[in-house]
């Protein structure tokens, strides 16, 4: 029986860029590791070997991953993110999809008040939901 299932995000060199992004966009959001690779490591110095972030309570891993890999995130696996706000809703779409690419505009869509799905600049695919 696994003790933890951890969400794991790999980036190509914009790990630490990510986790900036997303400390600033969500209230609670906060870093709990983060490594870097050295000089002598398997990545490009500086860039992120393994790190820990949480976002309302929940701890995801990441790292800047050394090889360059011919896949990336897709919105097949999405983070799905439960509001209390039209508020945070509206500043964490315009926070996610700057850079990024809107999925389904804010909206009613007949099983929430309001929702919205972006991509974030990183790739990263979230879906927004004020029950």
Known sequence: ???????????????????????????????LTLDRWG?????PEGTVQQATFSIAGQVFRCFDSPPVHDFTFTPSLSLFVDVVSEEELDRL???????????????????????????DRFGVSWQLNLP
């Open 39 to 43: 000089p002598d490591g398997q990545g």
């Open 93 to 119: 779409f315009a926070g996610l999809s700057d850079g990024g690419a809107v999925l389904m505009p804010l909206g009613d869509y007949g099983f929430s008040r309001r929702f919205g799905w972006v991509n």
């Open 1 to 31: 029986m696994p003790q933890q299932v951890t969400p794991f995000l790999m980036f190509t060199g914009d790990a630490e860029r990510a986790i900036e992004l997303y400390t600033s966009l969500f209230d609670d959001a906060r870093v």
